[in-house]
C-alpha cells in the first residue's frame, strides 16, 4: 500500500470546502453504487423480528453475589447470519478504500480508526441491508454449580473465560444491537443518510494516538452538517430527524468490537484474530 510521507491535515479549516467536495460526495457516490449493485439475498432480509420486539420487554435476570444465572445468546442459524455478516464486512471495507481522505491520513492513524470503526460500521451495514437475526439464549452455571463441577471460580481465569465464550454474547449485549437495529428501521434512513451517518462514525476524533486529529476532526463535522442539510432539504417537515440519527449513532457506543466477532465471526473463524483478518482483508498483508 502507498503510504502518505507526511500529514496532510495542516491548514484543515481553510479546506473545508474541499473536504466537502472530496469525503462526503465521495462517500456518496461510492456507497450508492454498492447499494445498487450489491444486494444481499431476500431471505437474509427481514424488516422486523418478533423474537427481538418480545425479548425487549422482557424483565432482565439480574446477577448476584449467591449465584444467580446470568443470560448469554448465540445465534439461531449462524451459517445464514455469519455469511450475510461476513458480506457486509468485505463491503464496509470497500467503502473505507473508497474515501479519498482516509486514504490521504497516515497509516497509524488508518489503522486506529479502523480498529475502531469497522464493527460499529458493520452494524450500520447490518441496518441497511435490513440483516435481522435470532437467537438461542444459554445459561451461565452459578457459583454453586461451577464449585460442584469443578469450573473456575474467578471470571478471571483462562479456562473460565473459554466458558463463557462457547456459551455466546450476553443477552444485553445482543439486545443492544437488536435496539439498535429496530431504531435505524423505526426512521427509515435512506441511502444517502447512511452514508454520512458511516463518514461520521469512520471519522473518529475522539480516539488516542491520532496524528491528524484536526484534519479528522474537520471531516467528522463536515459529515455531520451534510447530513443536517440533506435532511432539511428532503425532510423538512421533519425538525426531529437529525437529532433523531444523532441518538441512533449514539447507540452504537455501547457496541463493541469484541461483542461482534464473538457474535457474527467467531462461530465460522473460530479462534483466528479478527484484527488479522481485517489487516489481510485491507492491506492485503
Known amino acids: 500500500m502507498a503510504t502518505p510521507t507526511g500529514c496532510r491535515c495542516r491548514g484543515a479549516s481553510s479546506r473545508s470546502a474541499a473536504v466537502s467536495s472530496s469525503i462526503l460526495y ?94 460499529p460500521l458493520l452494524v450500520l451495514g447490518l441496518a441497511q441491508d435490513r440483516v435481522d437475526f435470532e437467537t438461542t439464549e444459554t445459561v451461565e452455571p452459578s457459583m454453586l454449580q461451577r464449585i460442584l463441577t469443578g469450573q473456575p471460580e474467578r471470571a478471571g481465569e483462562p479456562q473460565a473465560a473459554q466458558s463463557r465464550a462457547a456459551l455466546g454474547v450476553s443477552v444485553v449485549d445482543i439486545e443492544a444491537i437488536k435496539a439498535f437495529l429496530k431504531k435505524c428501521w423505526s426512521v427509515d434512513i435512506s441511502t444517502k443518510e447512511y452514508a454520512y451517518l458511516k463518514g461520521a462514525v469512520l471519522f473518529n476524533p475522539e480516539l488516542e494516538g491520532l496524528r491528524c486529529l484536526h484534519y479528522i476532526q474537520a471531516l467528522r463535522r463536515e459529515a455531520h ?31 463493541s468490537p469484541p461483542v461482534v466477532t464473538q457474535l457474527f465471526f467467531k462461530p465460522i473463524i473460530g479462534a483466528v484474530n479478527i484484527e488479522d483478518v481485517l489487516m489481510e482483508m485491507f492491506y492485503g498483508k
Open 26 to 119: 465521495s462517500i456518496l457516490k461510492s456507497d450508492s453504487v454498492e447499494a445498487s449493485a450489491d444486494q444481499q439475498p431476500q431471505h437474509l432480509l427481514r424488516r422486523s423480528c418478533p423474537a427481538s420486539a418480545a425479548s425487549a420487554h422482557e424483565p432482565r435476570q439480574q446477577a448476584c453475589s449467591c449465584g444467580a444465572t446470568r443470560r448469554r445468546g448465540a445465534l439461531r442459524s449462524p451459517q445464514v447470519t455469519c455469511k450475510a455478516a461476513s458480506a457486509i464486512l468485505v463491503k464496509t471495507l470497500r467503502f473505507v478504500k473508497n474515501v479519498p481522505c482516509f486514504r490521504e491520513l497516515p497509516e497509524d492513524d488508518q489503522l486506529t480508526l479502523i480498529r475502531s470503526g469497522w464493527a
Open 225 to 255: 452538517q451534510a447530513l443536517n442539510e440533506h435532511i432539511r432539504m428532503i425532510h423538512h417537515e421533519d425538525a426531529t430527524r437529525f437529532a433523531k440519527l444523532l441518538i441512533a449513532l449514539s447507540m452504537l457506543r455501547s457496541i
